[in-house]
């Protein structure tokens, strides 16, 4: 099969979310210049550089309270920080109860009941029981094709290890089972690892 997206897939569901998987998710926690604060997942996320360490997250809709985008870029505009939370499988039900499109005054961490802390570096709460969190000032907003797809770039400043998941000097991710998205309505769970040496080393 073939298609050219502008044309149209002509199946049940859109397949191009399932393409590229699985996908880490970033927890994206911030807080808007009113004080309020906001918890969101998102799929397009990732790590980009590592010195200085940087991610990035992509907003791909809005919500008629914000305009143009979410709660989470909205916020990000007004205050210039975020912190990004690891998702692990043990929290796969609060994570999903903040996808949902609540009003902007609405604190997600109430509403899941999720325990939060104050980041060291920024002001905006975090996730406590995360594997991991990162305070990030945000570097920059690009706006890229579509009405509302907006890629959020932050420079991490601080970071947040969960003491468990800290074993012999790594972080080791099979301490914790990172939950990732794939398409649909489909998630997996990362149970297993193996080391590849690149050439040269």
Known sequence: MFYRPEDGHGLPHNPFNAIVTPR??????????????????YSFFNAVAYVPP???????????DRG????SVANIRDTGVFC???????MKDVMNRTSGPWPKETDEFELAGIARAACE?????????????????MTQIVKIEGEANFVVFGEV???????DCLRDG???VLSFNPLTRMGYRDYSVIR???????PGE
């Not at 940087?54 to 008629?64: D, G, L, N, P």
């Not at 990004?84 to 043990?90: K, M």
């Open 24 to 41: 880490p998710i970033g927890w994206i926690a911030t807080r808007g210049a009113d004080g309020s604060e906001n918890l969101a997942p």
């Open 54 to 64: 940087q991610v990035m997250f992509a907003s791909t809709s809005a919500k008629e």
């Open 68 to 71: 143009d985008t979410k709660d």
């Open 84 to 90: 990004v939370n690891i998702v692990e499988y043990a």
């Open 121 to 137: 570096t920024i002001a905006c709460s975090r996730v406590v029981a995360a594997p991991a969190s990162l305070e990030c000032r």
């Open 157 to 163: 400043i601080g970071v947040h290890l969960r003491d």
């Open 170 to 172: 790594i972080f080791d």
């Open 192 to 198: 297993e690892k193996f080391s590849l040496a690149r």
